[in-house]
């Protein structure tokens, strides 16, 4: 039997935070079982760990799709892996296809170490101007990081209150759609919302992954040595990052819902 654990990441409370499922494995299962696992769960993204000498080999999945690279459920892995006594080490590696991860205890929280990615200025998407085609006002620059879209808006509100078109958004060439600002309130530096229908997630509650952009883009324009991210979606959750030596560290908590075995 295989056991699974279901976690909200990136929240101190459940409930709050970006739920994702995390699968302990002996082997690696075929695509098409784990694709059928993250579809039945039906979490933004669900972990598959493996124990390969002195690391864990990860993937993750939507419920629509493998996707490259998950912040919110690889901290949920690092939480589950600690939690349930399976390591003992202050630090965890994961390798991935694209490389290696690591995770470290961080005062009371989990940090996750990430290839910076700095995001660039572009005007278009695959020859298509987002803005026009999102019929967007209020947009101070067009970024693009590694997979996603990045819109860094002039206040909170319009990142708050913003209404996406899922359909238009989906027709974007792009993992995922990312508002950005500024925060009013004294708790954040910046506040972010993410879109991502092409992978089959409307809204995601919150990802750790764009916040590999998000910090490489704000935290020198702060001057800071970290910054306190707040993703405002309906659930909410808090990110800390900063930046060192091309490497982006995510900070953040979790909390274990539930556990249990797959039968099948």
């Excluded at 784990?34 to 579809?39: G, H, I, Y």
């Excluded at 929280?109 to 278009?124: C, G, R, T």
């Excluded at 708050?160 to 989906?170: E, F, G, N, Q, S």
Aim: aromatic residues 8%; glycine residues 8%; charged residues 15%.
């Amino acid at each position: 039997m295989t056991s699974f654990f279901v976690v909200n990441a990136f929240s101190q409370v459940p409930f709050k935070g970006n739920p994702a499922g995390v699968c302990l494995m002996e082997t690696m299962p075929t695509v098409k079982w784990m694709q059928s696992v993250a579809t039945e769960l039906g979490f933004p993204e669900t972990a598959f760990l493996v124990p390969t000498n002195h690391h864990f080999h990860v993937r993750w999945f939507s419920p629509k799709t493998e996707v490259n690279l998950c912040g919110h459920a690889t901290l949920a892995a690092a939480h589950v892996l600690w939690e349930s006594g399976t390591v003992t080490d202050e630090v965890i590696h994961f390798t991935y296809t694209g490389g290696l991860l690591r995770a470290q205890r961080f005062y009371d929280a989990i940090e996750l170490s990430f290839p910076e990615d700095v995001p660039v200025a572009v005007s278009d998407v695959s020859g298509v101007d987002p803005i026009a085609h999102l019929n967007l006002t209020g947009v101070r620059a067009v970024l693009r990081s590694n997979e996603d879209l990045i819109l860094v808006m002039t206040t909170e509100s319009q990142v708050r209150d913003y209404v996406p078109d899922l359909a238009k958004i989906a027709d974007l060439d792009v993992r995922a759609v990312v508002l950005t600002s500024l925060s009013t309130s004294q708790q954040y530096d910046i506040v972010s919302r993410v879109f991502a229908p092409r992978i089959g997630i409307d809204e995601d509650p919150v990802t750790g992954s764009s916040h590999c952009a998000l910090v490489g883009y704000w935290l020198p324009l702060l001057q800071k040595p970290q910054i306190i991210c707040f993703q405002a979606s309906a659930r909410g959750g808090v990110v800390l990052g900063r930046l060192g030596d091309g490497i982006v560290r995510i900070g953040g908590h979790a909390v274990t819902l539930q556990k249990g075995h797959w039968v099948l």
